[in-house]
């Protein structure tokens, strides 16, 4: 299975602190996306990462991706309450066509 | 520019009775995919399909679901003679030609009695 995981699980601080959240994945990737899903909700796109990339930015996020150790993570700075959600990393490989392959989510907390 | 439509937003069916669910992509995306998601668990890819072609069903049970997306109308995913362990929340997303972004619609949550 090419499914990834993503560690921790579950992830409780407090307003203000940074977040961290890891992602590994099995077999060569063209492209790592993350997600976020609000409780009951629908996902919603962050950030996506090319292979050939080492490190992004999107105003409070930051991912980076190490291919050769087949692993991502991304950075929340200064979180907020509203940060609290689920938050997913996804890939998509060669000959696989366009479908992505989702990790098993890390559940933030984020505590006023 | 609406995004992602679909509906039932909540959908109980019974032991045995079929469920239909169906998702009308946003303006413009011809690549519609089913995704399920059990109760906290990630998204198992289900299929992948284009106006009128599937492109890959290989996340798709064998038996009893269906997906088409007509030339017309929205996609759906069928599921017939649905059995407990098909309660799960059931999402679709669409994109655009060339792009890996996918957009997501609110969800379809199945409870199977």
């Known amino acids: 299975s090419q499914q990834g995981e993503e560690d921790p699980q579950a992830l409780s601080i407090q307003e203000g602190e940074n977040a961290t959240m890891n992602c590994s994945y099995k077999t060569s990737i063209n492209n790592l996306q993350w997600y976020r899903q609000n409780s009951g909700r629908g996902l919603v796109h962050l950030i996506l990462i090319r292979s050939n990339e080492r490190e992004k930015h999107s105003g409070r996020l930051r991912v980076t991706l190490d291919t050769s150790k087949k692993s991502s993570s991304l950075l929340i700075t200064a979180s907020r309450a509203a940060d609290t959600a689920s938050y997913f990393c996804?890939?998509?490989?060669?000959?696989?066509?366009?479908?992505?392959?989702f990790g098993q989510g890390t559940e933030l907390s984020v505590k006023p | 520019n609406a995004g992602v439509m679909q509906n039932p937003r909540h959908l109980v069916r019974r032991r045995g009775q079929e469920a239909r669910l169906r998702c009308s992509p946003m303006?413009?995306?011809?690549?519609v995919y089913w995704y399920r998601q059990l109760p906290e668990e990630g998204l198992k890819f289900m299929v992948y399909l284009q106006k009128e072609n599937i492109i890959d069903e290989s996340g798709m049970p064998k038996e009893r679901f269906s997906a088409e997306f007509p030339k017309e109308g929205p996609s759906i995913l069928r599921i017939q003679q649905v059995v407990r362990g098909d309660s799960a929340a059931y999402f679709c997303?669409?994109?655009?030609?060339?792009?890996?972004?996918?957009?997501f619609g609110p969800g379809t949550r199945l409870l199977v009695l």
């Open positions: 996804a890939t998509d490989h060669y000959n696989q066509g366009g479908k992505l392959i």
């Open positions: 303006k413009g995306h011809s690549h």
């Open positions: 997303a669409s994109s655009p030609l060339g792009s890996f972004i996918l957009h």
